[in-house]
């Protein structure tokens, strides 16, 4: 960028990183809901003017970042850019436009400078409640709750009122929902002020020169992190439990130079079930397990991503077309980083994980207060996180979402419920030269007069995390009500004084069980891992 020195365009750009963190926790702290609060299912994103990833949180869910400039593309076919003034904001969380399913709400503010839209401020967050059933039945999307269209929430820094309205009519929780809707208009009218200031205070007349060099530099690194890489192909399929039917996922990975193409042709068709990816999301996770792969440090945008070339056939799972249900997209597309980096481990190995336990697990509760009250409260378990070429695998640990856990006696003071187990379970990680992550038992009792409802949907029961080159498999998943075993995808009632356990998976193992070190053998033995 003529007249600015790398020294000033890393301290520009380390600025604005700054500026997305400072964001991100003005969201938190003004939030209304648990899982922005405690569990920080969120994203808060700056695109440039051409509606590029420019830069993020650094605790943004990498789906949420990955799709966000997917989703203002579509805004933007609905609501053109000249079409709109200073101080509005455009709302959305349809599935197929967005991260993939309805829970997820997408906002996205315009910031002007000298006339002209030099950026854009978006968030991304999780609604325990979107209104509808959310079931695991669901046989189309429509089933999965509200939809709401691409629409301008504010108008000139003014609310929307017919927006607004219909969203506290569909929903079970509105002042939650808007409370959290809310605390962002407030993260963006500082973070835009912010981020004007910081442009000024840098001399930079054109934000579009400063992201177009950071996108260059961004491109060469991976470019050349790549091209270090042996041309080659490789093939690789993963296993998901499914519903009736295992669902099979299939990848064929291609290095040609300083480029990699993802190819997932032969991979189940879409199923009536809420597990499809929609191609927003199946493309987010899997361009991040290549970033993970080849250069982790370099901070995301556009220019990391332009050396990746994806391919998922339209009516596949992993691009399922309208109204295939997707609710739990999840369920499929977190199987798509671990598969991009087993392939992977035949090319590079020294720079990949064994699978970890995960798709995520969580379990929905609805219910009743004691007053009459409804609530929605959703509770996020991680499984173990799978091994690598120079450390076991650290348990419990999320991936390849970042959600945190929620305080136990936070949960407990919100709903009546006790969580009367919270343990590692011993010998739950894959074997290997180096062991993969434990699982955890959570068990959860109702301890109210009132029937609580659970609805969950899990992964990895049947077909556990695999290890990698010679490691073994983690242990698989478990449901139980009251110690008997239940379906892994359910909504179920729990009555007064029942009992829910979970078991989460552990992680896969890294290198032949045979190589591990004795003393880690002996390591894990006290400490009561094995």
């Known amino acids: 960028m003529a007249g600015l020195s790398a020294l000033r365009l890393g ?32 994203a808060v994103g700056l695109m440039d003017g051409a509606g590029r990833q420019f830069a993020q949180s650094s605790r943004s869910v990498p789906s949420f970042v990955g799709t966000m400039p997917h989703t203002l593309a579509a805004m933007l076919r609905r609501c053109p850019a000249e079409a709109l003034r200073p101080g509005d904001v455009l709302i959305s ?3 197929y436009l967005g991260t993939g399913h309805l829970n997820d709400i997408t906002m996205v503010k315009p910031v002007f400078l000298r006339g002209r839209i030099a950026a854009w401020i978006g968030s991304t967050f999780h609604a325990t409640d979107i209104g509808g059933a959310p079931s695991v039945e669901a046989r189309d999307s429509w089933e999965e709750g509200l939809t709401i269209p691409v629409a301008r ?78 041309d080659g192909e490789v093939t690789d399929e993963v296993t998901a439990d499914g519903f009736e039917h295992p669902v099979t996922i299939r990848l ?3 290095i040609r130079g300083d480029a990699l193409t993802l190819d997932f042709t032969g991979t189940d068709p879409q199923i009536a079930r809420p597990v499809n990816s929609p191609l927003n999301f199946t493309r987010a996770y899997s361009n991040y397990a290549v970033k993970c792969a080849f ?68 379990v929905y509760f609805t219910g009743e207060q004691p007053d009459g009250r409804r609530y929605v409260r959703m509770f996020f378990m991680n499984g173990g996180h799978g091994a690598a070429a120079a450390h076991d695998g650290p ?51 109702v301890v109210g007069d009132r029937p609580v409802t659970a ?57 032949p069980p045979a190589a591990r070190d004795p003393e880690a053998i002996a390591r894990d033995a006290a400490e009561g891992y094995a």
């Open 93 to 95: 969380n349809d599935g």
């Open 395 to 445: 348990s419990c640990l999320s991936f390849p979402s970042n959600v945190a856990t929620q305080p136990v006696e936070q949960f407990e003071n919100a709903v009546p419920m006790l969580i009367t187990e919270k343990a590692l379970i011993p010998g739950s990680g894959g074997a290997g030269r180096m062991r993969g992550g434990l699982g955890q038992r959570l068990s959860f009792r």
């Open 455 to 511: 609805t969950y949907r899990h992964e990895r029961v049947q077909h556990p995390p695999r290890g990698i080159l010679g490691g073994g498999p983690g242990r698989g998943g478990r449901d139980l009500v009251n110690g008997q075993p239940v379906a892994a995808k359910a909504r179920i009632v729990l009555q007064p004084g029942d009992v829910l356990t979970y078991e989460t998976p552990g992680g896969g193992g890294f290198g």
């Open 153 to 230: 929430i504010l108008r000139g820094g003014e609310e929307n009122e017919d927006v607004v309205a219909f969203l506290e009519a569909n929903l079970r929780q509105p002042a939650e929902v808007l409370g959290d809707l809310r605390a962002q208009f407030a993260m963006y009218e500082g973070a835009e002020a912010r981020l004007l200031r910081i442009l000024a205070e840098e001399g930079i007349a054109d934000p579009g020169e400063l992201s177009a060099e950071i996108f260059a530099r961004s491109e060469r690194a991976m470019r050349e992190a790549i091209a270090a890489v042996p």
């Open 252 to 254: 064929r990975l291609a």
């Open 11 to 42: 301290a520009a750009w380390g600025r604005i990183g700054g500026l997305m963190d400072e964001a991100a926790e003005t969201f938190v702290r003004t939030s209304f809901s648990s899982v922005v609060r405690d569990n920080w299912d969120m």
């Open 295 to 362: 250069d982790p440090a370099t901070p995301n945008n556009d220019g990391c991503f332009r050396p990746i070339s994806l391919v998922a056939p339209e009516g596949s799972i992993v691009n399922p077309r309208r109204p295939a249900p997707v609710w739990g997209r999840h369920l499929t597309g977190h199987y798509l980083p671990m598969l991009v980096l087993a392939a992977l481990g035949r090319m590079i190995p020294d720079r990949v994980i064994a699978e970890s336990g995960s798709p995520l697990w969580n």
